[in-house]
């Protein structure tokens, strides 16, 4: 049969239908050590070419691959100006859950005390 | 160092509404004479307390950090003070904060917070303020603003109460609705915020050409254009500076654009930046560094807004988390964008400050490989009293990250399926398929098919007898009643089966070129004719029996009888018969005769046969014709031609003779005469006879 007008572009059809184009970052080492107990996850961003959301994916997968644990620290002075900066956190005790060295953690949060100069932090910290 | 504590209110007179300037203080070791007042309260017992987190889970983020702050507490040795405090209307003043080390000579306070009050109370000698929410700046709705539904550029009833869209960067396949249904005008956003380009504009996801109607000098002029506008077959008008489109025709589907963004003093595109412009338009908090957004994370973005429910602070979310920054609101009011990330040194902008060292390498937590970076400058060592972990998140394998966002999410109905010409019509119910074959760049010629009707071949002057051809028959074009003067003659002769010429020399000078186009086995001849620019193409069938009515396709005039094409003479040397078959004449080759529809010709073979020296004399005349046909030569005429004289003397006699045939082939023909003598009966005389003055005549497209 006589064809007028082909149909729309089979990919661009298949966009049309979907919320988004997609890349994906994946970590070999990190689904062969954690096979199922390893997540994944999807995020659509605002933007608009492939090439950066490439590098985007990669960056994000950099930071949740993990495993990450949620550690909170009591610490001097009131700080809520730390949420959601990159510090180092260095325990006195030794043996504290790997502290007793500097380690970069991410804050999440942070509660000043009504009753003492001091704010907890809770953060981000990689496992391993 | 001594911390000083400055709070300044902005209460209400309880009777007057008049704002009442109330300024607190605490801590320090001078007098209070900061900031140029010198009417500061001293009480302030200490700095309020904040709690801050950002959201958090298996997933990833899912909301940036809004301070939340305890209540502050002033206390005065005078009890008269607190009570004059207290008597005034508290609720919603606007509230500061700033602290500072008074010990300089010109101590500097920086600002802690900036907030409203929520309630107060007061007790015990205490006035006790209790801060309010302070994501009440970060709750606004982005988009307030809707078509009224009023004509114009507040649309028609369709658009009434609709929500006057956003869009900053670059956003895909947002929906168009319907602004001014009589015009076929639709919305992309809000027209007082001119957009910077539309790229694509598609119906059902097939896009059209785009021609751009430029802003005229107001809204309601550039709408007007754009009205006015004929947008291209299959495409828009589009009105950028209005946020407007106009389809060539009423869509068939959700008609939908690839937008770049809302300009404002200037189109942007990153992340940052687009931030700070949300912001704005609500006249929300500062965005702190857009520009270091910009450069941290340089990607070609957008975002589009479309819902009235939808609050700065979510906005904020759909802006940043899919770019690995985070915001959190600070207690000053302000907005800080940083980036999530675990890594150090160069390959993070915000980490590469000038340390007093030299840069070395160190261990990010959890890496393998060292990262450059200055560890003492860069990130704050901050030193923890006590640890406790609360809970850990399972490691990611695979991140999938979406990008080019749909906004208009399309079923396989909302998208365009093949056009296939069965399946399209003309206006008046024609399908498009039972005028194929179509030619490729073939153009719509002037007026030919009304012209058909007044030049209809009739099946009286189309159907041609066997005999009637050559057909010569003319077509004209004409506009209205005026010939236009593309006039030709076409001369389509056939014989038996389908050949065909033009004849392309006669009429007006200003006639195109006409050429026969292609021969088909069912006897359709495809006619080609140009004149100008335009051209004409012209099917006319002819069958093997004559000229079908379907040559009214062409229409003609009248039709004339053809003269004859063309004669064949062969005139021979004398010949004396022989006992044995002898060729008298032979065609030198294969002739056509095919210069009228049956391809007739008539062959006349005329001689004086001449007995004057013999008698009892007989010969046989034969005539054949080779048709072309593979048959070979098959003999037509076998004529016995003889003398008997009784006299008993020689006897001179002359016999004119003539034998006409009529040969009707497609093929080209030969043809053969032969002599032999034979006995008469009653006589023995075989001797040969003259043949004299012979002459052979084929007359080619004889009728």
Request: aromatic share 8%; net charge negative.
């Amino acid at each position: 049969m006589p064809v007028i007008t082909p149909p729309v572009d089979a990919g661009l059809a298949a966009w049309l239908k979907a919320d988004a184009l997609y890349v994906a970052a994946a970590d070999a080492s990190i689904a062969t050590t954690w096979g199922t107990k390893a997540t994944e996850t999807t995020i659509i961003s605002p933007i608009a070419l492939e090439a950066d959301a490439d590098t985007e994916a990669a960056r994000q997968l950099r930071f949740f691959e993990g495993p990450l644990v949620a550690d909170q620290h009591i610490v001097k002075g009131l700080r809520h100006d730390l949420i959601g900066k990159l510090i180092r956190v260095k325990t006195r005790a030794v043996q504290a859950l790997g502290y007793d060295t500097a380690q970069f953690v991410f804050v999440i949060a942070a509660a000043e005390s009504d009753t003492s100069d001091t704010t907890t932090l809770t953060v981000l910290k990689r496992l391993s | 160092m001594s911390r000083t504590i400055l709070v300044e209110a902005s209460p209400c007179d309880a009777s007057t509404g008049i704002v009442v300037p109330v300024r607190l203080a605490g801590g320090g070791s001078k007098p209070y004479t900061h900031l140029g007042h010198v009417d500061w309260r001293s009480g302030v017992m200490d700095l309020p307390r904040f709690q801050t987190a950002l959201g958090f889970d298996d997933t990833g983020w899912t909301g940036g950090a809004v301070p939340q702050s305890a209540a502050l507490v002033f206390m005065s040795g005078d009890p008269l003070l607190v009570s004059d405090l207290g008597n005034l209307y508290w609720k919603d003043a606007a509230l500061t904060v700033k602290v500072g080390d008074d010990a300089p000579d010109a101590p500097t306070f920086a600002l802690l917070m900036t907030a409203t009050v929520a309630a107060i109370d007061v007790s015990d000698g205490r006035l006790t303020l209790t801060i309010g929410d302070m994501s009440v700046a970060l709750s606004k709705p982005l988009l307030s603003t809707y078509f009224a539904g009023t004509g114009g550029i507040e649309g028609d009833d369709n658009a009434k109460n609709r929500i006057k869209r956003r869009s900053w960067g670059r956003v895909f396949n947002v929906e168009g609705f319907i602004l001014d249904e009589a015009n076929n005008i639709w919305e992309f956003g809000d027209p007082a915020h001119p957009l910077e380009e539309f790229e694509i504009v598609r119906d059902k996801g097939r896009a059209g050409d785009i021609n751009l109607i430029a802003w005229q000098g107001t809204i309601d002029t550039t709408l007007a254009a754009l009205i006015a506008a004929v947008p291209p077959q299959g495409g828009a008008s589009v009105a950028p500076s209005i946020a407007c489109v106009k389809w060539w025709t009423t869509p068939s589907g959700p008609l939908t654009a690839d937008i770049r963004g809302e300009i404002g003093s200037a189109y942007v595109d990153r992340v940052g930046s687009i931030a700070e412009r949300i912001v704005q338009s609500v006249t929300g908090p500062a965005i702190v560094d857009a520009a270091g957004a910009d450069a941290l994370r340089p990607y070609e973005v957008g975002i589009h807004f479309n819902d009235d429910s939808e609050t700065i602070g979510s906005a904020l979310d759909r802006l940043f988390f899919g770019v690995s920054l985070i915001w959190a609101l600070g207690a000053d009011g302000t907005i800080g964008i940083s980036p999530w990330s675990f890594e150090t040194g160069y390959s993070s902008p915000l980490w590469t400050g000038t340390g007093s060292g030299s840069p070395t390498w160190v261990y990010a937590s959890g890496r393998s490989s060292p990262v450059w970076a200055y560890p003492d400058v860069d990130v704050e060592l901050v030193e923890s009293e006590s640890v406790s972990r609360k809970a850990s998140y399972a490691p990611m394998k695979t991140r999938r990250l979406g990008y080019q966002k749909n906004y208009r999410v399309q079923s396989d109905g909302e998208i365009s399926a093949a056009i296939l010409a069965s399946d399209t019509f003309y206006p008046d119910g024609t399908k498009v398929s039972d005028l194929m074959p179509q030619e490729p760049a073939a153009q719509v010629s002037r007026n030919i098919d009304a012209d058909q009707s007044a030049y209809a071949f009739t099946t009286t002057g189309g159907v041609a007898s066997p005999g009637q051809l050559p057909f010569t028959f003319r077509a004209y074009v004409t506009a209205g009643a005026a010939d236009v003067s593309i006039l030709t003659d076409w001369s389509v002769t056939t014989t038996g089966g389908v050949t065909a010429t033009i004849n392309n020399t006669a009429g007006d000078a200003n006639r195109g070129v006409v050429t026969i186009t292609g021969i088909t086995a069912d006897g359709t001849i495809v006619i080609h004719a140009t004149e100008g620019t335009a051209e004409l193409q012209k099917t006319v069938t002819i069958s093997t029996k004559g000229i079908l009515a379907d040559l009214s396709n062409v229409g003609t005039g009248d039709i004339n009888a053809g003269s004859v094409a063309g004669i064949l003479s062969y005139s021979g040397s004398d010949v004396v018969t022989t006992t044995s078959e002898g060729t008298i004449y032979e065609s030198p080759s294969a002739f056509a005769i095919g210069d009228s529809v049956f391809g007739v010709a008539l062959a006349t073979i005329s001689f004086v046969h001449d007995a004057s020296a013999i008698k009892d004399a007989a010969f046989t005349i034969r005539v054949y014709v080779d048709l072309g046909d593979g048959a070979g030569y098959i003999k037509v005429i076998e004529q016995v031609q003889g003398i008997r004289a009784n006299n008993g003397t020689d006897t001179y006699l002359a016999f004119p003779a003539s034998f006409p045939i009529a040969v009707q082939s497609t093929h080209p023909i030969k043809v053969k005469v032969t002599q032999q003598s034979v006995a008469m009966s009653g006589g023995t005389n075989k001797d040969g006879i003259w043949l004299r003055n012979i002459r052979l005549t084929v007359i080619k497209g004889a009728r």
